[in-house]
């Protein structure tokens, strides 16, 4: 069973920056997505941003201009998250998710907290 490992969360100003990094994908058979989703206290895990093999980035429309999802094309191990112009409903614990033709795989989570 693949793991994956998600880094790179943390506390961030409003309007700052961070990137997420999700890495372990490269043994996983079949992939068809890579993406993220996120999940806020009191609410249900919700879809962040996803890009396709061999196709553009989609993404939710509360993030839409601020956060770009990407991939490591050399390796296929990694899926990164940059978020820009972070705000506060932007707190949540966010989940790497693998797509694959038999089945998805997800992430532990990684904390981001936007506050002063």
């Known amino acids: 069973q693949a793991q994956l490992v998600e880094s790179g969360g943390g506390l961030v100003q409003p309007g700052g920056s961070l990137r997420l990094s999700c890495a372990g994908a490269?043994?996983?058979?079949?992939?068809?997505?890579m993406g993220w989703y996120r999940q806020a206290p009191g609410k249900q895990r919700e879809f962040v941003a996803a890009?396709?093999?061999?196709?553009?980035?989609?993404y939710a429309d509360s993030v839409k201009g601020r956060f770009a999802c990407s991939r490591d094309r050399r390796t296929g191990d990694a899926v990164y998250l940059q978020m820009n112009n972070v705000k506060p409903e932007d707190t949540a614990v966010y989940y790497c998710k693998i797509w694959t033709t038999w089945g998805d795989y997800w992430g532990q989570g990684t904390q981001v907290t936007v506050g002063a």
């Open positions: 490269g043994s996983i058979a079949g992939i068809t997505r």
């Open positions: 890009i396709r093999m061999g196709g553009s980035p989609e």
